[in-house]
């Protein structure tokens, strides 16, 4: 009993040993497409450039200057508000959408299809295609005579802050609720009928099993949410360009303003550097607050 117990991770590490050349590709492509940019944007964040000309080292100059911004805790307190409103209506949605997919009727095979075709198209054309219908002359709403929808709604602060949680969360729930369906296939449908047998209904089966075995997919979605929802720029930029005044200024598009507007190649750098590591703390703490327990663990490792 001893030898085979020995022997099976010695064989184990064989076979990881030699399937390890099979992670080269993918670590070139990493080290080449992100870490090396990275490193430049940190290091062009120590210097002075309009872009075009000679590259200037300027100490922390550019430092100084973005963080002594006012414009800069606006910009990051709209991209915060942007993450939590957008992920509190994402996630209910996904998680439901994801739920009523996951069965076996043919029919939700073909709206699998159609709730998937937002996330098909562009930010940028579906951008146009909702500053055309909100159009308060010439949209849906003066279309259809509809009064209600007769409004600026990009025009008016916080309507266009709500314009663009809407827009950004229909675009994106298809994606999460792909997720949720994968994970609630994932989960053994014996529960589910131990749970029939003790008289549960549907709600009780959904509180009592369905959300709290899709914890690690809540967390893994919610993620995806938090750290992508601090590179929204395309679709901000040609539907509110960050206006009206400064109302849906997010720092992606304050970094965009500053490095291709005013040609601060520098202090957009800065800001592309606040990003990243805003970005990591928020995975790093989504992760440790999903921890991890034993028995998931033991899971994984058989």
């Known amino acids: 009993m001893s030898a085979v117990t020995t022997t099976r991770p010695a064989a184990r590490a064989g076979r990881g040993g030699s399937l390890g050349w099979l992670a080269v590709p993918a670590l070139v492509l990493f080290v080449g497409f992100g870490v090396i940019p990275l490193i430049g944007v940190l290091v062009l964040s120590f210097t002075s450039w309009d872009g075009l000309g000679s590259i200037h080292f300027a100490g922390v100059e550019s430092w100084s200057a973005v963080l002594a911004d006012p414009q800069l805790p606006h910009a990051l307190w709209v991209t915060f508000l942007v993450m ?30 159609f709730y998937f075709i937002p996330l098909l198209l562009s930010s940028a054309a579906l ?66 009928e131990a749970a029939e047998l003790d008289g549960a209904g549907r709600v009780r089966k959904f509180f009592s099993i369905t959300l709290p075995q899709l914890k690690y997919t809540v967390i893994t979605s919610s993620t995806l949410m938090v750290v992508g929802s601090l590179t929204f720029f395309d679709l901000i930029f040609v539907l509110t360009a960050g206006g009206p ?54 899971l994984e490792g058989a």
């Open 245 to 298: 005044g400064d109302a849906t200024r997010v720092l992606a598009l304050d970094m965009y303003k500053r490095g291709f507007q005013a040609n601060l190649m520098g202090p957009a750098s800065v800001i592309a550097v606040i990003l990243v590591l805003v970005g990591l703390v928020l995975a790093l703490l989504l992760r440790r607050l999903g921890g991890r327990d034993a028995s998931h663990s033991q």
């Open 127 to 192: 951008a146009i295609t909702y500053k055309a219908l909100l159009d308060p002359n010439f949209g849906l709403g003066a279309g259809l005579g509809i009064p209600l929808l007769v409004q600026d709604w990009l025009g008016d602060p916080v309507l266009a802050f709500g314009v663009v949680i809407f827009v950004v969360s229909w675009q994106f729930i298809p994606f999460h609720s792909l997720i949720y369906q994968g994970g609630v296939r994932q989960i053994p449908r014996s529960m589910y």
């Open 84 to 113: 939590a409103l957008s992920w509190a209506v994402q996630t209910p949605a996904s998680i439901l959408m994801g739920v009523f997919l996951a069965g076996q009727q043919r029919y939700r095979a073909v709206l699998s299809v």
